[in-house]
């Protein structure tokens, strides 16, 4: 099992840019795969999350507009959009995956970082003039 993100970079503030979180070793249909970043001196916090067996979605508020996250399952990839970055987003961001469980209904977005099964290995995104 693998997930490697790629995309990350220098960015002026307003600008774009998309990662890409690619997975081997296992379906999408069968996890959820978050976002999460972590800035110097903090702890790594969620930022997006996608549910692989119904596509549904959630952003943390600080990013909500601005983020969007997709995925195509026939590539085993997934990507985080990111609009009008703000220097406050600078930060390493890492994708990971939560297998789903059918069995307590629970969502797997609505999990925690503990929770996760698989972690990358991260990209630096730097939002900067």
């Known amino acids: 099992v693998q997930l490697v993100e790629s995309g990350g970079g220098l960015v002026e503030p307003g600008g774009s840019l998309r990662l890409s979180c690619a997975a081997s070793?296992?379906?999408?249909?069968?996890?959820?795969i978050g976002w999460f970043r972590q800035a110097p001196g903090k702890e790594r916090e969620g930022v997006s999350c996608?549910?692989?067996?119904?596509?549904?979605?959630d952003y943390a508020d600080s990013v909500k507009g601005r983020f969007a996250i997709s995925s195509d399952a026939a590539k085993n990839m997934v990507y985080l959009q990111i609009n009008s970055l703000k220097p406050e987003d600078t930060a390493v961001y890492y994708c990971?995956?939560?297998?789903?469980?059918?069995?307590?209904?629970?969502?797997?977005?609505?999990?925690?970082?503990?929770?996760?099964?698989?972690w990358g290995q991260g990209t630096q995104v730097t939002a900067s003039s």
């Open positions: 070793g296992f379906s999408l249909e069968d996890y959820a």
């Open positions: 990971g995956a939560v297998k789903i469980d059918y069995i307590t209904g629970i969502s797997p977005c609505a999990l925690g970082r503990l929770a996760y099964d698989y």
């Open positions: 996608i549910s692989g067996d119904d596509g549904s979605t």
